[in-house]
């Protein structure tokens, strides 16, 4: 059940990008500005190096939806049991779940095909640092 929709909902968004590139090929067509106009020329949101930059970022959309790379995003006030439920969706305990805050920084996970123990990195270490000292 749930594959059938995660393959319909991955399909929908590739319909949906597929369209955006279709719409992008469209604006190259279009010309920056009007013969005769004088107006001072201004990046536009269409320019050909935005045009280009857009064209990158839904290429690596499309890659990322036929490989069923997806970001989950999970927000809640403290003690809302937002480790409970990663753990609970991932099947095993990544997150500590105590009675005290144990996840007061933003924390990214990443699934590794092949990799059975958790691998933890700290993109910013001086809160931990401050942590230790104390």
Not at 37 to 59: F, K, T, Y
Not at 86 to 99: C, K, M, Y
Not at 116 to 132: G, N, Q, T, Y
């Amino acid at each position: 059940m749930y594959t059938q929709t995660l393959y319909e909902l991955s399909q929908e968004a590739e319909r949906l990008l597929q369209l955006s590139r279709q719409q992008l090929q469209l604006l190259e067509k279009m010309p920056l500005s009007v013969p005769g106009d004088d107006a001072p020329q201004r990046a536009l949101p269409w320019s050909q190096p935005n045009i280009a930059e857009r064209h990158a970022m839904l290429n690596n959309e499309l890659r990322k939806i036929s490989r069923l790379e997806m970001v989950l995003a999970i927000v809640g006030t403290m003690k809302a049991g937002k480790s409970t439920t990663i753990n609970a969706i991932v099947g095993t305990e990544v997150l500590p779940n105590r009675n005290h805050p144990m996840t007061a920084l933003p924390t990214l996970i990443r699934h590794t095909p092949g990799q059975k123990e958790p691998v933890l990195h700290f993109s910013h270490d001086a809160p931990i640092d401050c942590l230790i000292k104390k």
